[in-house]
T-cell receptor, first 111, second 111 residues
């Protein structure tokens, strides 16, 4: 049973474009939604995270949009750069328990 | 540098051999985790340790054992390696905040 569904599996964007990755969840007990960025040969690193009491959080070119009623959240990368090419994982967690990860999105940003 | 250190980085085993993957963190985190990453499957939790002296099974524990040696160290052991255990293994830790810190991974091939 996949509790966090992430799409698309892969994404190709031109430099300067907007990259959008979506995640949907079922468990209404989830109350923390992080995104992780993973470069080839490296471990995932926390990129940005949101709690359901806000609908949007922005850090530089990265924005999380959160829709509690639809049980969906998404990562937007504005002005995408080749250096953003990586695998991105969404996750969701209930309280202090173990998070559930999405299956990942491989992003390629062409120069 | 503060963080999570995993050894070895690469390993090739023959079917039936045993090995231990080592993980150490220097951030004084209570919780530690072992994940495996396979193409298209995202990150799957093998075992975790919420605090020193405790360990619990995750989503895919079969064929693995763990030891929380002290607060810093959390090892993963394969008693009799199988080709299905070919994967990239990540150790992670978490402190009072909600984000994980991952190690750089161990790429294991079982032939």
């Amino acid at each position: 049973q996949q509790q966090v569904k992430q799409s698309p599996q892969s994404l190709i964007v031109q430099k300067g474009g907007i990259s959008i990755i979506n995640c949907a969840y079922e468990n209404t007990a989830f109350d923390y939604f992080p995104w992780y960025q993973q470069f080839p040969g490296k471990g995932p690193a926390l990129l940005i995270a949101i709690r359901p009491d806000v609908s949007e959080k922005k850090e530089g070119r990265f924005t999380i949009s959160f829709n509690k009623s639809a049980k969906q959240f998404s990562l937007h990368i504005m002005d995408s750069q080749p250096g953003d090419s990586a695998t991105y994982f969404c996750a969701a967690r209930p309280g202090s328990y173990i998070p559930t990860f999405g299956r990942g999105t491989s992003l390629i940003v062409h120069p | 540098n503060a963080g999570v250190t995993q050894t070895p980085k690469f390993q090739v085993l023959k079917t039936g051999q045993s090995m231990t993957l080592q993980c150490a963190q220097d951030m004084n985190h209570n919780s530690m985790y072992w994940y495996r990453q396979d193409p298209g499957m995202g990150l799957r939790l093998i075992y975790y340790s919420a605090s020193e002296g405790t360990t619990d099974k995750g989503e895919v524990p079969n064929g693995y054992n763990v030891s929380r040696l002290n607060k810093r160290e959390f090892s993963l052991r394969l008693e009799s390696a199988a080709p299905s255990q070919t994967s990239v293994y990540f150790c992670a830790s978490r402190g009072r905040d909600y984000g994980y810190t991952f190690g750089s991974g161990t790429r294991l091939t079982v032939v």
